[in-house]
């Protein structure tokens, strides 16, 4: 009888300090139409942001990148404004792999240091070191655009 493989369990870590306030970058997280404006990078469209803000709430993002539709949804695990998120995270279609990939964990720490904020991602799960990497330059771009948007205190008002 063969012996069942070992699941790998690749995780990522990403950070970064923005200039701005715990509070405005989490709103930034966590607000359909401020994070539309910064989630989807380049010629990317975010058309669907839809946040259910509570333990065992569920969210859902979609849209288009070179012409193909992307969807990924998940369950918020814990919510601790302005301090942290823990949220599953499944690709519906994901065009860079064509299949669901199944659930990975995403955890984002909000530190405050005075007027800054670090941002602590951690993702969690991933079947391989490809996938893994993958979604580190992504959410590298992702946290690149956050700040920019968290930064500019005209976008709050």
Not at 42 to 57: A, S, W, Y
Not at 129 to 150: F, T
Request: contains cysteine; hydrophobic residues 35%; glycine residues 8%.
């Amino acid at each position: 009888m063969p012996t069942p493989q070992a699941t790998v369990q690749e995780e990522l870590k990403v950070s970064r300090t923005i200039r701005a306030s715990r509070q405005r970058v989490f709103r930034a997280w966590t607000e359909p139409e401020l994070m539309m404006r910064w989630f989807a990078e380049g010629d990317e469209e975010m058309r669907v942001c839809r946040i259910d803000l509570r333990q065992g709430g569920q969210y859902l993002f979609e849209g288009n990148k070179g012409g193909k539709t992307w969807s990924v949804r998940g369950e918020y695990l814990e919510v601790r404004p302005p301090e942290k998120l823990v949220y599953t995270w499944t690709w519906n279609n994901d065009p860079a792999h064509g299949e669901p990939t199944g659930d990975t964990l995403v955890t984002i720490d909000f530190i405050e240091r005075g007027e800054e904020t670090d941002v602590v991602l951690t993702h969690e799960r991933f079947a391989t070191a490809k996938a893994r990497d993958e979604h580190a330059q992504g959410w590298k771009g992702c946290l690149d655009r956050l700040s920019k948007l968290a930064e500019n205190v005209e976008a709050f008002s």
